[in-house]
């Protein structure tokens, strides 16, 4: 028999490790030539390691989660014939591909022994059937007087941890639901936990894009002194337009609100070029790009993604439309190449429906800004009424907030900006203007 040690292949874009986000083999199983190892994780992309040779696992070079150098070894197989083999670590990856960012680590299937047969167990007695309409069962108090309480409000009240004897009951003697309800009302601050809060404790390892989005975020708050500035914007003649284009959009992707606040920023930015942007710190440079490269942080499944629309300034309302929607999809469902989850300028970010009145979100570093769109609400405002008055009318509102980097952006810089944001979103014909 012989040995075959395979070694983390240079995956390509320049990394030095890669982290195992799932093994498809353990130590003892066999493997066919391309049959699948691990899934190895690289800047946000999965990649699938497959064997070159046909034979058993006899080492792994680590846990989930644990990180391995390009070179390094990843697993041993032994194989027939003589002697001891190796991947050359220069080699190309074997058969690699980007996979869909797994949810979750498939498992492997692990061989369990039989378990013997269980000792036959006596069976007991039938207990008697109850009474058509039993009495509830009595409650002894430390002072000797009896409480009377059904056993279900008997279960409720030890999974609450009450004593019934400090529980006042109803008139007739009797403790009800809504006794319980009562004494919990007036003793909240007594450390009684409420029914739903029952549940085990778990350990959850972060590992994969998990861990990537933390490790991230804590080296956006630790490197970048972060500023924010929010603004109230009227975007009433704005959300009547988008329903206006939507009503004649034929067989053109429907519009949200983003992509005509994308629309907007990419009108504007021109003029803020110290926005569209991005620092490397260790060199001390700053890069100011003419291209809008819009970073779309989406949610999915396995966390946070940040896809890119590339050129935004050149498309139109219907093409970032679609984009936004084919990214977002990509995303989700894990289909998203590695080129379109780098490289961009500036990250906008919203929650939509649930985006709150205003946010201060952190910036995608190397970035030097991020924008967050707010939640849409109505409320009464004091319009002009064309006859030198006003009067009070119904408005759709949305606060825009901003996060900047403050070693490259000044504050005066980033409320410029956002005026200019509000002026255009509020006049929203000018956005369709040449």
């Known amino acids: 028999m012989g040995k075959f040690t395979f070694r983390l292949p240079d995956i390509g874009e320049g990394i030095a490790e890669a982290?195992?986000?799932?093994?498809?083999?353990?130590?003892?199983?066999?493997?066919?030539?391309d049959g699948r190892i691990a899934d190895m994780m690289t800047d946000k992309a999965t990649v699938e390691m497959e064997s070159p040779v046909t034979g058993r696992i006899i080492s792994v070079a680590g846990e989930v989660g644990d990180v391995v150098a390009i070179g390094?070894?990843?697993?041993?197989?032994?194989?027939?014939g003589e002697g001891e083999a190796e991947q050359a670590a220069p080699a190309p990856a074997p058969k690699a591909e980007v996979i869909e960012e797994r949810i979750e680590a498939e498992t492997p299937a692990v061989a369990v022994e039989p378990a013997p047969a269980p000792a036959p167990v006596p069976v007991a007695a039938p207990a008697p059937a109850p009474a058509a309409k039993a009495a509830p069962a009595p409650v002894r108090t430390a002072g000797g007087t009896k409480v009377l309480a059904s056993p279900a409000v008997r279960q409720r009240a030890q999974d609450l941890g009450i004593d019934l004897s400090e529980v006042r009951p109803s008139e007739e003697g009797r403790i009800r639901h809504a006794d319980l309800d009562q004494f919990l009302a007036y003793n909240a601050s007594g450390g009684y936990r409420?029914?739903?809060?029952?549940?085990?404790?778990?350990?959850?390892?972060?590992i994969g894009l998990r861990r990537r989005i933390a490790e991230n975020m804590a080296a956006s708050k630790?490197?970048?002194?972060?500023?924010?500035?929010?603004?109230?914007?009227?975007?009433?003649?704005?959300?009547?337009?988008?329903?206006?284009?939507?009503?004649?959009?034929?067989?053109?992707?429907?519009?949200?609100?983003?992509?005509?606040?994308?629309?907007?920023?990419?009108?504007?930015?021109?003029?803020?070029?110290?926005?569209n942007a991005r620092y490397d710190d260790e060199a001390g440079v700053v890069t100011r790009f003419g291209a809008v490269h819009m970073g779309i942080a989406a949610q999915t499944p396995a966390g946070?993604?940040?896809?890119?629309?590339?050129?935004?300034?050149?498309?139109?309302?219907?093409?970032?439309?679609?984009?936004?929607?084919?990214?977002?999809?990509?995303?989700?469902?894990?289909?998203?190449?590695?080129?379109?989850?780098?490289?961009?300028?500036?990250?906008?970010?919203?929650?939509?429906?649930?985006?709150?009145?205003?946010?201060t979100p952190v910036i995608n570093r190397p970035e030097v800004a991020i924008i967050g769109p707010n939640r849409i609400i109505e409320r009464p405002m004091f319009v002009p009424d064309g006859m030198g008055g006003e009067r009070i009318e119904k408005r759709k509102l949305m606060n825009i907030s901003i996060s900047c980097d403050h070693r490259v952006v000044d504050g005066w810089d980033a409320a410029s900006f956002v005026q200019a944001v509000k002026k255009l979103i509020e006049t929203p014909v000018l956005l369709l203007a040449d």
């Open 19 to 33: 982290e195992i986000v799932a093994w498809h083999v353990k130590v003892g199983d066999m493997v066919e030539e």
């Open 72 to 80: 390094s070894p990843l697993v041993v197989i032994e194989t027939e």
């Open 194 to 206: 409420t029914a739903g809060a029952k549940r085990g404790d778990e350990t959850i390892k972060v």
């Open 222 to 275: 630790r490197n970048i002194p972060h500023f924010s500035y929010v603004e109230e914007c009227d975007v009433t003649a704005l959300e009547a337009m988008r329903e206006q284009l939507n009503a004649s959009r034929g067989d053109k992707p429907r519009l949200t609100m983003l992509p005509l606040l994308i629309a907007a920023f990419c009108r504007l930015l021109p003029q803020f070029p110290m926005l």
């Open 304 to 359: 946070l993604m940040v896809p890119v629309i590339r050129n935004a300034q050149a498309l139109n309302l219907w093409q970032l439309a679609r984009e936004i929607g084919r990214l977002a999809d990509a995303a989700r469902n894990g289909t998203a190449k590695s080129e379109e989850l780098s490289g961009s300028t500036l990250t906008v970010t919203s929650l939509g429906p649930l985006g709150g009145v205003a946010t």
